[in-house]
């Protein structure tokens, strides 16, 4: 299967904890996206890479989160001090050439944090 | 704000009949659309993608663009109970090519 990847696929954290979430985007893929989505709501936009460059962080939800895509390859999402209203499900989806290209999604990170 | 709206349902149809999914969205100068189908638990999976006016037929799929009402549906011929899912309608967002979506319709096909 050569589809986009994550790791874990599941995580129970207790609060204040960092968490690191891991995306293998489908190898001829420029583009990577994170999403998170909450129960009830379609899935919400975090920030994207193209290659290497983070092209758009503005919309991570506060500093305490971070991504990074060393290489243009795979890409790292980490929640420091993590807090009960992180709990979601982390969504990472790739894509190739121009902005309106179909992205396609992994299976997610299920996040639970007690 | 660009917003993508839906009606969350739950849309319940019988088995063998017609399903009409439908979308309104604010950004007039929005270029791409798109229909995912999420099974409970699961991510996203792509259904049909659509850039022009008109019809998109895939298999039991047909998707419906009308730029100038802003609008885009999607219509399942011959319901199968393997479809009842949520549907997400997603559009694209500029020039970052993030998605904008829907917060989904809950699909229910009855056999």
């Known amino acids: 299967d050569t589809g986009v990847s994550q790791d874990p696929r599941h995580k129970i954290t207790k609060r204040g904890q960092n968490v690191t979430f891991r995306c293998d985007p489908i190898s001829e893929h420029n583009r990577l996206y994170w999403y998170r989505q909450t129960l009830g709501q379609g899935p919400e936009f975090l920030t994207y890479?193209?290659?290497?460059?983070?092209?758009?962080k503005s919309r991570l939800l506060s500093d305490r989160f971070s991504a990074e895509r060393p290489k243009g390859s795979f890409s790292t999402l980490e929640i420091q001090r993590t807090e009960q209203g992180d709990s979601a499900m982390y969504l990472c989806?790739?894509?190739?050439?121009?902005?309106?290209?179909?992205?396609?999604f992994g299976p997610g990170t299920r996040l639970l944090v007690l | 704000q660009k917003e993508v709206e839906q009606n969350s349902g739950p849309l319940s149809v019988p088995e063998g009949a017609i399903a009409s999914l439908n979308c309104t969205y604010s950004?007039?100068?929005?270029?791409?659309f798109f229909w995912y189908r999420q099974y409970s638990g699961k991510s996203p999976e792509l259904i049909m993608s659509i850039y022009s006016n008109g019809d998109k037929e895939d298999g039991r799929f047909t998707a419906q663009l009308n730029k100038a009402s802003q609008y885009v549906s999607l219509l399942i011929r011959d319901s199968q109970p393997s479809d009842s899912a949520t549907y997400l309608c997603a559009v694209g967002g500029g020039s970052q090519g993030n998605l904008i979506f829907g917060k989904g319709t809950k699909l229910s096909v009855k056999p």
């Open positions: 890479f193209q290659n290497e460059a983070q092209l758009e």
């Open positions: 950004d007039r100068g929005s270029q791409s």
């Open positions: 989806a790739s894509s190739w050439g121009q902005s309106q290209e179909t992205q396609y």
